[in-house]
């Protein structure tokens, strides 16, 4: 089994700064690929961030130059450090990943964590 489990989501003033966190356990044999998505109440869910095994990352345009993503090998982690936040980034976050399996070495598939509120408000 494989699991994504994400913190760090809470209520911050317009103008503030949160961390999420999404941590990835079970039989993780590789992890490839780490993104971040989000999806406000009504809206499709929109791709934030991505960034590969080595480091290379791509931001979408709502989101480039206040958000920052990074990632822990090691601790299997990847993280959105998120500033300078509007109402509009109210929305739940999630976490995914593209994991091969201890028992399945050669086979990536796309896990999800279950999501972070983030609440944007005065």
């Known amino acids: 089994q494989v699991q994504l489990v994400e913190s760090g989501g809470g209520q911050v003033q317009p103008g503030g700064s949160l961390r999420l966190s999404c941590a990835g356990s079970?039989?993780?044999?590789?992890?490839?690929?780490m993104s971040w998505y989000r999806q406000a109440p009504g809206k499709q869910r929109e791709l934030l961030a991505a960034?590969?095994?080595?480091?290379?990352?791509n931001y979408a345009d709502s989101v480039k130059d206040r958000f920052t993503i990074s990632r822990d090998n090691a601790k299997n982690t990847v993280y959105l450090q998120m500033n300078s936040l509007k109402p509009e980034d109210t929305a739940v976050y999630h976490c995914?990943?593209?994991?091969?399996?201890?028992?399945?070495?050669?086979?990536?598939?796309?896990?999800w964590g279950q999501g972070t509120q983030v609440t944007v408000s005065s």
């Open positions: 995914k990943a593209k994991i091969a399996t201890i028992a399945s070495r050669f086979s990536w598939l796309d896990y």
């Open positions: 079970g039989s993780i044999f590789r992890i490839a690929d």
């Open positions: 960034i590969t095994s080595g480091g290379s990352t």
